[in-house]
């Protein structure tokens, strides 16, 4: 066991090292930081400390919902007391005062005088649509699968990992009358728009545009009139747009395939350059010859069956060494893999019933669809990394 002194003599080593501008000493270093809290609190106070937790989320999304954020957010740089958050947000004085001191007592916000409170970055970003989309995803989407878990677990058949064979039964579908999470999502507007604004925002942190992992200053399009890129399941298109903004007068054509209901309120100039086209994916790939066929955070939401489908119907459509496939997700460590990746795999198999993969899991499902790896393009450290893959009898046309 590790005393105190041994604890921070550790912490002491590594602030001696530390160098934020290097992000893998900084991840270390985090890492680090959470484990000298655990050795230092001991274990009843860990585990107490992480029950309490989600209410975190929870004070966070009725302080959104409430427009108390708002409120504090708008007030800046000036404090706001809880008397004029109930003046301007129309709720109850006890009610905004303990929301507001567990938001606190979170770093939320700054607590700068008796029911006083002012925004800080942390409150600022949870006042975006994209924050506002994930805190609604995870508290209104997520939590409710948690209360099905056990129920579920005892029943004739149990949980499953995926939905793919008859009588499977996901911890989503547990807790939504067996549907999937894409198939509620389709008649459910509200979540749709929440999930869509959440998955639109995640660019802060560790987790970069594909765009920005891979190379692409050798763009060889030979005919502008060909495809570029196609971003299957792109969302909204956020990734193509980054990419349009980064390479502007970029040749090729850069199509966007989602679900017909992902496309709704889709229009206008902001979409300019970027091809709308509602596809299925798991038919076939009706863009031929591209140069890249994209899948970022969309092969983590599929069983191994489900990804070979979807690869198989790519590799058809694909031009023999030339065309590539690029797999942004996760590519876990076989051993010691950080919080965020081991949170997302779990998070995966919660919500759409999929998983996030290691290399050599994705090499095999690659390889079982004829598709080999080119070239491993590793993300920031703790962040998405992209796999870029080939046709297997490809002869090279374009190099690489
Ligand atoms: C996790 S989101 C990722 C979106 C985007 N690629 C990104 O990185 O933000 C998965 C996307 O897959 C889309 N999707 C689900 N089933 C699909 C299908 N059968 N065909 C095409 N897109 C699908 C969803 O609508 C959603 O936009």
């Not at 004029?84 to 109850?92: A, D, S």
């Not at 989407?141 to 499953?160: C, D, T, Y």
């Not at 081991?342 to 999929?354: E, N, R, W």
Request: net charge negative.
């Amino acid at each position: 066991m590790t005393s105190h002194a041994q604890t921070i003599d550790r912490l002491h080593h590594a602030i001696q090292h530390f160098n934020p501008s290097d992000p893998q000493n900084l991840q270390d270093f985090l890492a680090l930081l959470r484990q000298t809290h655990r050795d230092l609190e001991g274990p009843g106070a860990y585990l107490s400390r992480v029950r309490f937790e989600p209410l975190n989320n929870m004070c966070q999304l009725m302080a959104i919902e409430t427009g108390l954020i708002g409120a504090i957010v708008g007030s800046y740089p000036r404090p706001i007391t809880t008397a004029e958050l109930e003046e301007q947000t129309g709720q109850g004085h006890g009610f905004i005062a303990r929301i507001m001191r567990l938001l606190a007592a979170h770093g939320v916000v700054d607590e700068t005088d008796v029911e006083t409170y002012r925004s800080n970055p942390i409150c600022e970003k949870l006042n975006t649509p994209g924050e506002e989309g994930a805190t609604r995803n995870m508290v209104e989407l997520m939590f409710p699968i948690a209360s099905k878990l056990v129920p579920q677990l005892r029943a004739p058949g149990g949980l499953s990992e995926f939905g793919d064979k008859p009588g499977n039964v996901t911890p989503f579908a547990a807790a939504y009358g067996g549907q999937s999470m894409f198939e509620f999502l389709e008649t459910h507007a509200y979540h749709k728009a929440a999930f869509d604004q959440f998955m639109a925002s995640r660019k802060a942190g560790v987790r970069k545009p594909w765009c920005e992992i891979v190379d692409l200053t050798r763009r060889e399009m030979v005919d502008p009139q060909s495809v570029y890129v196609v971003d299957v399941a792109g969302g909204k298109g956020h990734d193509l747009l980054e990419f349009r903004r980064r390479f502007p007068g970029s040749p090729g054509r850069l199509v966007l395939q989602d679900l017909p209901e992902t496309f709704v309120d889709l229009e206008g100039e902001e979409m300019e350059g970027v091809e709308l086209m509602p596809h299925d994916m798991f038919l076939e790939q009706p863009v031929r010859g591209a140069r890249y066929y994209v899948f970022s955070a969309v092969l983590h939401d599929w069983s191994d069956e489900r990804c070979r489908r979807i690869l198989e119907r790519t590799a058809t459509a694909m031009e023999p060494g030339y065309s590539r496939v690029l797999i942004h997700d996760m590519v876990l460590k076989d051993k010691g893999e950080g919080l965020r990746g081991a949170s997302l795999d779990v998070a995966m198999l919660m919500m759409p019933g999929g998983k996030e993969r290691t290399l050599s899991a994705i090499e095999k499902l690659l390889a079982e669809a004829g598709l080999r790896v080119v070239r491993l393009w590793p993300g920031v450290p703790g962040g998405e990394s992209v796999v870029e893959a080939e046709l297997v009898d490809g002869s090279a046309k374009s190099g690489s």
